[in-house]
């Protein structure tokens, strides 16, 4: 029996949770039903708008759903808590996506059935529908990762990835529990390690309600500061 757990980060997704939940909730119940066990777990990042609330609401209805309520952390440091807590419960595999509605739950199958094959099935976003700023930072991003780790990632921050834990936790070891660029980390540092990736084409939809929280002002600082800390995280792996 595979142990999978599906993680969202959810910040002011009041917009968004419910079909959220509605859309990913049928993918854990297909994969208990096949035997093995799956819950779909959502950290509410101190939310300002009432997610903590529907998400209590939403768990009456959808037995695989497990809510979290948490202090406001930001968006990477969210994700390594779910990932830490997913090790915790003895996960054997993690799926990241977003709380958005950005990403399609039946693009997530491609990766579950060749599971075995690969440590890091990692989505690439192609065309992506949010924006050319959005297409900017990825590009930058790329850039910067392949300055300060010495490796080509085709998208680091995608936040649709399915991961074996043991891989993933080693990688964990060497990222600070605070990072912001999470997955950007994660990648570089499983491209770095030579680590066993395949990389699947995804459809990236526009934002499917509220608003973004982060600004391009917001981005460029986040990134400088990335700088200082993916050269600490580069020495120590």
Known sequence: MDKLYIVLPAYNEAENIGEVVTQWHPVAEKINAEGNFCRVVIANDG?????????????????????????????????????????????????????????????FWQMWESRTENDFHIGTRGGRQDGASRVFVTKTLR??????????????????????????????????????????????????????????PITFRPRQGGVNSINMKRIFKIGWKALGDFRAINKSC
Request: proline share 5%.
């Open 143 to 200: 850039l910067v990762v392949w300055l300060m780790f010495g490796v080509w990632v085709k998208d680091a921050n995608t936040p649709f990835r399915l991961m074996k834990v043991e891989p993933l936790k080693a990688i964990l070891k060497v990222i600070p529990e605070d990072f912001f660029l999470a997955n950007v980390a994660v990648s570089a540092i499983a491209v770095k390690w030579k680590e066993r990736i395949a990389w699947y």
């Open 47 to 107: 939310s300002k708008d009432n997610t903590w609330e529907m998400l209590q609401e939403l768990q009456k209805d959808y037995p695989f759903l497990i809510p979290l309520d948490k202090a406001n952390s930001g968006h990477g440091a969210t994700v390594l808590y779910l990932y830490r807590y997913a090790i915790d419960e003895g996960a054997d595999y993690i799926f990241q996506t977003d709380s958005d509605g950005q990403t399609l739950p039946s693009e």
